[in-house]
């Protein structure tokens, strides 16, 4: 695993316990500051708080309607242009055809836990230049 010299923030909303606590000591583990939420709403009133440099969303935490309004939202704030939006769902990205399009990536469940990180620094790359 990679870890970084300078700090980085993510926010993850994750509804379930487990899976959220798995994901947040990856993230911790790879030189992250983790914030989660349960709901998307409550998410973006962490966006406007602070700087996140990565979103993790499972997609599973509304209908796919909602979360596409929800995407465009997230998306068409300026502060969050060169932050990248993971996906984790249950299902594969083709059926999450309303919301992909939004996502820098989508990563199916069960998802190792080196799978998840190197997915994490790759879109950081591809997003806001190289990663430290």
């Known amino acids: ?72 939202k997230v998306r068409s704030d300026q502060a969050n242009d060169t932050m990248p939006i993971i996906g984790l769902s249950l299902y594969s990205c083709d059926q999450k055809t309303r919301i992909k399009n939004y996502l820098d990536s989508i990563l199916t469940k069960p998802v190792s836990t080196d799978t998840f990180i190197e997915k994490i620094f790759k879109c950081l790359e591809h997003r806001c230049g190289k990663v430290e």
């Open 1 to 72: 695993m990679q870890t970084s010299l300078f700090r980085r923030s993510a926010l993850l909303v994750e509804n379930h316990a487990r899976q959220e606590l798995l994901y947040r000591d990856v993230l911790a583990a790879n030189g992250f500051d983790v914030f989660s939420t349960k709901s998307p709403m409550e998410s973006l009133l962490q966006l406007k708080a602070s700087k996140t440099d990565i979103f993790i969303i499972n997609t599973e935490v509304a209908g796919e309607t909602f979360l596409e309004k929800f995407l465009l």
